[in-house]
Nanobody
Framework: QVQLVESGGGLVQAGGSLRLSCAAS????????MGWYRQAPGKQREMVAT???????PYADFVNGRFTISFDNAKNTVYLQMNSLKPEDTAVYYC???????????????WGQGTQVTVSS
């Protein structure tokens, strides 16, 4: 089984910064990608940023250069540095991981429990 443990959420004023972390543990053979999604009240979950094993880092358009995703391969940990936060960034942020548990091709997706980010105006 694979566990994703998130940390780093909290309350910050508009214009401030937060850094989210998500550590993946368990019987992981390889990480294909990890990423961050968010869900605001009454809205659908949306992708924020993803990082692949090949180093690709697609971001949602609303990020607009404010966030940076990174991955520590030795720790199987993904980070999301969020700067210039806006009230509309308020949401529960979820970590996502796509991993292989063996040397085969089958990939599995896992979700973290979510961490609340609240940006006050």
């Amino acid at each position: 089984q694979v566990q994703l443990v998130e940390s780093g959420g909290g309350l910050v004023q508009a214009g401030g910064s937060l850094r989210l972390s998500c550590a993946a543990s368990g019987s992981i053979f390889a990480v294909n990608s990890m990423g961050w999604y968010r869900q605001a009240p009454g809205k659908q979950r949306e992708m924020v940023a993803t990082i692949t094993s090949g180093g690709n880092t697609p971001y949602a358009d609303f990020v607009n250069g404010r966030f940076t995703i990174s991955f520590d391969n030795a720790k199987n940990t993904v980070y999301l540095q969020m700067n210039s936060l806006k009230p509309e960034d308020t949401a529960v942020y979820y970590c996502n991981a796509e991993v292989r548990l063996t040397s085969g091709r089958t990939k599995y997706k896992y979700w973290g429990q979510g961490t609340q980010v609240t940006v006050s105006s």
